[in-house]
């Protein structure tokens, strides 16, 4: 078995946890521990991205890449950027540049936290939710630079964690897939990860 086939097993195996009888609960000690574990596998086994995917690094401290995740939901309010969330429980943790970045607006808000809109120097765009603080307008990161951190909030609102979602359309001509069947239904998974997606489209 080669690296290409223990990552699509563990990628099963992730997705197979998440359809556990009593339901994925991310924010749970041992949920989030055993995904913690997957996810460091996971890393150290993917490839690098082909070119000309964009080499992402990840959105939180301690996290996969962006490639390496699927998108499971709808950015409410803001459509043509589904999205992902990361980091359950980890108020305080630092949010990261996924690239070299620029913040093109920085007006948004989240339901818990506040929010703003990013633009990598791959055209990718990304809205970040539920965090401290906004950066402020046109400001640039490096890649792996710490942008804010991510907020305290209540577990009404999905308790503390990360909100990325993703606009490629600049980059391949459409958005990206999301959820079970690709256009949803919301929190679900198993659409092909963004790295998939991307390397699809631009015939990687």
Same mark, same amino acid.
């Given at each position: 078995?080669?690296?290409?086939?223990?990552?699509?097993? %563990?990628?099963? =195996?992730?997705?197979? %946890?998440?359809?556990?009888?009593? $339901?994925?609960?991310?924010?749970?000690?041992?949920?989030?521990?055993?995904?913690?574990?997957?996810?460091?596998? !996971? !890393?150290?086994?993917?490839?690098?991205? #082909?070119? #000309?995917?964009?080499?992402? $690094?990840?959105?939180?401290?301690? /996290?996969?890449?962006?490639? %390496?995740?699927?998108?499971?939901?709808?950015?409410?309010? @803001? #459509?043509? +950027?589904?999205? *992902?969330?990361? =980091?359950?429980?980890?108020?305080? @943790? =630092?949010?990261?540049?996924?690239?070299?970045?620029?913040? *093109?607006?920085?007006?948004?808000?989240?339901?818990?936290?506040?929010? +703003? *809109?990013?633009? $990598?120097?791959?055209?990718?765009?990304?809205?970040?939710?539920?965090?401290?603080?906004?950066?402020?307008? &046109?400001?640039? +990161?490096?890649?792996?630079?710490?942008?804010?951190? @991510?907020? &305290?909030?209540?577990?009404?609102? /999905? /308790?503390?964690?990360?909100?990325? /979602? @993703? &606009?490629?359309?600049?980059?391949?001509?459409?958005?990206?897939? *999301?959820? !079970?069947?690709?256009?949803?239904?919301?929190?679900? +998974?198993?659409?092909?990860?963004?790295?998939?997606?991307?390397?699809? =489209?631009?015939?990687?």
């Amino acid at each position: 078995m080669n690296n290409q086939e223990r990552l699509a097993k %563990l990628l099963k =195996a992730e997705n197979l %946890l998440k359809k556990t009888e009593h $339901g994925y609960t991310p924010d749970a000690f041992r949920w989030r521990e055993a995904m913690e574990l997957i996810d460091e596998v !996971e !890393e150290s086994l993917a490839p690098p991205p #082909p070119s #000309p995917v964009p080499k992402l $690094g990840p959105i939180t401290v301690g /996290g996969k890449s962006v490639l %390496l995740h699927q998108l499971t939901h709808k950015t409410a309010g @803001i #459509p043509g +950027f589904p999205a *992902y969330d990361s =980091a359950f429980g980890k108020n305080g @943790i =630092a949010v990261l540049a996924p690239e070299a970045c620029i913040v *093109y607006d920085n007006t948004s808000g989240s339901a818990g936290g506040d929010a +703003f *809109y990013i633009r $990598g120097n791959s055209k990718l765009e990304y809205w970040i939710g539920h965090i401290t603080t906004v950066p402020a307008l &046109n400001k640039r +990161f490096r890649k792996g630079e710490v942008m804010t951190r @991510i907020a &305290n909030i209540s577990q009404g609102q /999905g /308790g503390p964690h990360c909100h990325l /979602g @993703i &606009n490629a359309k600049k980059l391949i001509g459409k958005s990206l897939k *999301y959820g !079970e069947t690709g256009s949803g239904p919301d929190y679900t +998974f198993g659409s092909p990860t963004v790295g998939v997606q991307l390397a699809a =489209a631009l015939g990687a």
